[in-house]
């Protein structure tokens, strides 16, 4: 029997409803040579008052225009920072004339806090494509990860452009309806089911992509997901027993925690990442759930204030470098230099790790649309109010790759989703169920942190 208060709490996060979060939005971010007249950008705010920031070094002169208003700085920076009040619209304009000692570059950004609501409960998955759907399933099994439930391997042109796809494609509708869409095969997987979290395995035939993944794990976007186990050790030897590739042994990071970051066969990588458990006997691997997934991002502070607005807030901040031999077992010859936290999901506990890598850092964008590329190239989100969610997200300027469309079973379809793209990217998306299901996703989410 459930205690009275766990009644309690399992009613209040049933019926809880959604508060408003005010949240310090980078509107606009911009790193200027040291010699640049008077290039017009535009970017979007609301209406009201927002913050200029300048980090320059000493004896530079700057001239910025935000719509219109000039603001001269030549001896306003303390310490190498000044800030200043502007007056923002839905767009606006801004413009720098700048002298500054070379080679440095000066940082303006311009900031506004804003209320936003949305009903975001929790992560459905995370996605990763495979070249070889038959090949993939059986390495994943063997690791323990089990079939949660398929999805039909074709559907509308509408759906095929939900996540990108140009339509009509090639695809003659000869296995299956919907001539014109995309043709995959795949399946939703966990590890021991569904409540251990779940990937959206893949493979796309119609269109194809078979570029590799991410080469690094410092590429802007979904580069690694974790995958927690109760015996690190054991399971790299069963695992290397299988011919699994790994960057290296388990090793220790500065916190005392002990990973191991290896590819699966077309070479996406992931990490195992030892937690504390029950070392039970088993005939694969002692992995017991999906942890966080990381998200390489170009700016830390703008991407935090993104996040949060899906429910995430910073829980830990990731120490800016470590040891030689952590870094090499992250593939990089050399210490590397990162500014990173974990984000934590206020509703379903789910992790994301945001970093900002200063060195090495690779400036490439992430996976761009359509949603096939070979490797982990979107995660998706449960709402209970995908309009008024597109609605808040549109007024903050985030770009979608479609309109709301209805999903996953062609003309039948009881959900709808729509996919956009966060500030470096990476695609982000969100899926509205029927009710029923959201019950579901609160229940398994509060018996998940209850127990």
């Not at 090793?251 to 458990?277: M, N, S």
Request: with cysteine; aromatic share 10%; net charge negative.
């Amino acid at each position: 029997m459930l205690s009275l208060r766990r009644w309690i709490l399992l009613t209040a996060l049933v019926c809880s409803p959604v508060a408003a979060k005010e949240i310090d939005f980078t509107r606009y971010l911009g790193d200027h040579s040291f010699k640049e007249s008077n290039i017009e950008t535009s970017f979007i705010g609301t209406v009201g008052e927002g913050r200029l920031i300048i980090s320059a070094l000493p004896n530079t002169n700057i001239t910025i225009s935000v719509n219109g208003k000039t603001i001269a700085i030549t001896d306003k920076l303390v310490d190498g920072h000044a800030e200043f009040s502007v007056d923002l619209l839905e767009n606006n304009t801004i413009s720098v004339d700048l002298t500054s000692p070379p080679p440095t570059a000066t940082n303006i950004r311009v900031k506004q806090r804003a209320n936003i609501e949305l009903n975001v409960l929790a992560r459905v998955h995370f996605n990763t494509n495979v070249s070889n759907f038959v090949e993939a399933r059986e390495f994943y099994g063997k690791l323990g990860f089990e079939t949660v439930s398929g999805f039909p391997d074709t559907n509308t042109q509408a759906m095929a452009r939900a996540i990108g796809v140009e339509t009509p494609t090639d695809y003659d509708g000869s296995k299956g309806e919907h001539a014109g869409g995309y043709l995959l095969h795949g399946e939703l997987i966990g590890a021991g089911g569904f409540w251990g979290g779940v990937i959206d395995l893949i493979e796309f035939t119609i269109p194809r992509n078979v570029e590799a993944p991410y080469a690094q794990l410092n590429h802007l976007g979904m580069a690694r997901a974790a995958m927690h186990t109760t015996n690190i050790t054991a399971d790299y030897q069963y695992m290397k027993s299988l011919g699994v590739e790994f960057l290296s042994a388990p090793t220790q990071r500065t916190d005392g925690t002990l990973f191991a970051i290896f590819k699966d066969l077309d070479g996406t990588f992931y990490e195992l990442l030892e937690v504390d458990g029950e070392d039970i006997e088993t005939d694969t691997t002692h992995i017991t759930s999906l942890g966080h997934v990381n998200i390489n991002v170009s700016d830390l502070e703008r991407s935090n204030a993104w996040y949060q607005m899906f429910g995430y807030e910073v829980t830990e901040t990731l120490p800016s470098t470590e040891p030689a031999e952590v870094a090499k077992a992250m593939g990089f010859e050399q210490p590397f230099t990162i500014k990173g936290n974990r984000v934590t999901h206020d509703v379903d506990g789910s992790v994301l790790e945001l970093v900002q890598w200063l060195a090495p850092f690779d400036p490439e964008r992430a996976y761009p649309a359509p949603v096939n590329h070979l490797g982990i190239h979107r995660t998706a989100y449960s709402t209970t109010d995908i309009e008024g969610d597109v609605a808040a997200l549109k007024a903050q300027g985030v770009e979608f790759l479609s309109p709301i469309t209805p999903c996953c079973s062609g003309d039948d379809s009881s959900s709808s989703i729509v996919a956009f793209y966060d500030p470096d990217g990476t695609v982000i998306e969100l899926v509205e169920q029927p009710y029923v299901l959201h019950l579901l996703f609160k229940v398994i989410t509060w018996f998940g942190k209850t127990f």
